[in-house]
């Protein structure tokens, strides 16, 4: 079923890279056609927060963890560009918990989350427990995913 435009008229990014995306998910099914237009959503995008989150996402469905990573990465920069965000974790907590329920800063969690969940399907089990141990400290809810992995990676080896 070929996805039409006009079915994403909240999406804002123009037409031409929608169309990029839309392909990409026409040729699901060709990992070299669909990744061919999802990197050229990226060149044309200039990292369009949107755009950057679908591709990270687009490349996790697709095992391409690197990648996911990498533009997962991207997402982290740019928010903490726009908000003005510390790098320094004692500085950057208590905004984060403040802020939690702001677009940008729901954004920063979830991707923050995701990307932890990236590391821990490539193998890096004990930083992936460190990112989503942070993420527990500004919410506990399952809201972000983040309670859910660590769970799942410091539940003891003689549990289910």
């Given at each position: 079923m070929k996805l039409k435009e006009d079915q994403f008229s909240w999406y804002e990014v123009p037409t031409e890279i929608k169309n990029l995306?839309?392909?990409?998910?026409?040729?699901?099914?060709?990992?070299?056609?669909?990744?061919?237009?999802?990197?050229?959503?990226?060149?044309?995008?200039d990292s369009?927060?949107?755009?950057?989150?679908?591709?990270?996402?687009?490349?996790?469905?697709?095992?391409?963890?690197?990648?996911?990573?990498?533009v997962a990465e991207k997402v982290l920069d740019k928010v903490k560009q726009l908000e003005n965000l510390p790098e320094d974790w004692e500085q950057l907590k208590p905004i984060l918990i403040s802020r939690k329920h702001n677009p940008q800063i729901r954004l920063y969690l979830t991707t923050y989350a995701a990307y932890a969940f990236i590391l821990a399907r490539q193998g890096k089990l004990e930083k992936a427990k460190e990112l989503t141990q942070?993420?527990?400290?500004?919410?506990?809810?399952?809201?972000?995913?983040?309670?859910?992995?660590?769970?799942?990676?410091?539940?003891?080896?003689?549990?289910d």
């Open positions: 995306l839309l392909s990409a998910a026409d040729n699901w099914e060709n990992t070299t056609e669909s990744e061919k237009y999802i990197n050229q959503a990226l060149d044309q995008a369009n927060t949107d755009v950057l989150v679908s591709a990270y996402r687009y490349f996790f469905y697709k095992k391409n963890y690197p990648m996911a990573l990498k942070k993420v527990k400290e500004i919410n506990n809810t399952s809201e972000f995913a983040a309670s859910t992995v660590h769970d799942i990676l410091t539940r003891p080896a003689s549990e």
